[in-house]
């Protein structure tokens, strides 16, 4: 098969990791792969996985009638035959362009909290979670399938050795709690500030530990706010920010506690480190064999109560940071439950059978079905602009609160 894959972006962050990672395995099983995305950090990771880049712009409309061409011709003039768009912008373009213009199969996959209303029920999809799954199965999506998000179990490994990313931080023995995400408000900025709330808490209490945020974003400026406020608090270092890694296998490896959601969760209990999952309305939980099957059913996230995250997080945390012996059976567990259900192997394998089972279905875009996405597209374009002029912040992927998890 001829297979291109469409990452939403090159930013670093879990989906477009996930459409570099599985599409360099898919393309080891013997298919041929070409990413289509813009410039970015994660460029580099493709170019050592071996995958053929197509560039797009960095900055252009979304849905981009150029990006919609550049599928084309590549459909047309190389003839690849699935074009695999990540998020719904993605898997819209290449509904739109080659499937629509020239009879290519458009797959979709959808790591946020939602699918967007106007993808088309006839797209083929992949979700991340069972609980989306069914959600998107009773909606009319004709044709939906669960891979959850994989790691490279090989890359991402209890050998990696995180010793120099923790002396180059001045950290000696302290436990070392690590959060690896971008710096954004949907759905992170929450659970940063009530982390670094918490550890101003712990410092003040003579708890040892630290936290190291590592990431960029447009709220960064506010966390690190949140930080100074709780190094104040405690009267000395408690919360570090390293900024964006291309990288961060330095830092899960050097954690002795992993706070996150969705993939960077996963990666880092494949380091073998225990793991606290952040959500959002106060939301966290640590990863235990009781706690696993929300985080199975529903994603590596979660909601609260609404209340304020600090106190939940330190009642979650504190027994992780004074009992290094529950640190390692934690960990143990992380480990293997991502070597027996998450490799990048088993995901690239599921893949491909999303494409076979795509491909024979054959459904070419209806002009009914065309003429369907018109209306809710152009609703949710105009809705965005509004709150644009109106100055508040629009988010986008559909990670919002009320329609998280399904």
Not at 273 to 289: A, I, N, R, S, T
Not at 298 to 314: E, T
Request: hydrophobic content about 45%.
């Amino acid at each position: 098969m001829k297979i291109a894959v469409y990452a939403h972006s090159m930013e670093i962050g879990g989906s477009q990791m996930n459409a570099i990672e599985i599409g360099a395995a898919v393309q080891r099983l013997g298919h041929e792969v070409v990413l289509v995305a813009e410039p970015g950090p994660l460029l580099d990771v493709a170019r050592r996985l071996g995958l053929e880049h197509q560039p797009i712009p960095l900055h252009r409309r979304r849905p981009s009638f150029e990006v919609v061409a550049t599928l084309v011709r590549l459909a047309r003039r190389r003839g690849f035959g699935i074009f695999h768009g990540y998020e719904w912008v993605a898997a819209l373009e290449g509904y739109l362009g080659p499937a629509a213009v020239c009879g290519a199969t458009a797959v979709g996959t959808v790591m946020s909290s939602d699918v967007a209303p106007f993808l088309p029920r006839s797209l083929p999809l992949v979700v991340g979670t069972d609980a989306l799954r069914r959600t998107c199965l009773a909606r009319g999506y004709e044709l939906v399938r669960l891979l959850e998000p994989p790691v490279d179990v090989d890359a991402n490994s209890p050998d990696f050795d995180g010793s120099a990313f923790r002396a180059s931080l001045g950290i000696g023995s302290a436990p070392l709690v690590v959060v690896v995400c971008r710096l954004v408000p949907e759905l992170k900025r929450e659970g940063l500030l009530a982390a670094c709330r918490t550890f101003g808490e712990l410092g003040r209490e003579a708890v040892s530990a630290r936290l190291v945020i590592v990431g960029d974003g447009p709220a960064r400026a506010e966390v690190e706010a949140e930080a100074a406020r709780a190094n104040a608090r405690a009267g000395k270092p408690v919360v570090q920010l390293t900024g964006e890694l291309a990288d961060p296998r330095p830092a899960y490896a050097a954690a002795d506690v992993i706070l996150g959601m969705g993939g960077s969760a996963l990666r880092g209990m494949a380091f073998g480190k225990p793991l606290v999952v952040q959500g959002e309305l106060g939301f966290w939980q640590v990863c235990d064999p009781d706690s696993l099957a929300q985080f199975l059913d529903g994603g590596w996230y979660g909601l609260g109560d609404g209340s304020d995250g600090a106190p939940r997080l330190r009642a979650q945390l504190l027994p992780l940071l004074l009992d290094a012996e529950r640190r390692a059976a934690l960990g143990s567990f992380a480990r293997k439950l991502i070597v027996e259900r998450f490799s990048l192997r088993q995901a690239a394998r599921v893949q491909v059978s999303v494409y076979e089972e795509a491909l024979e279905r054959g459904r070419r875009p209806r002009v009914t079905e065309l003429a369907r996405i018109v209306f809710p597209l152009a609703r949710y374009k105009v809705g965005r602009r509004f709150q644009r002029l109106r100055g508040a912040a629009a988010a986008d992927d559909f990670n919002v609160i009320q329609k998280a998890g399904g």
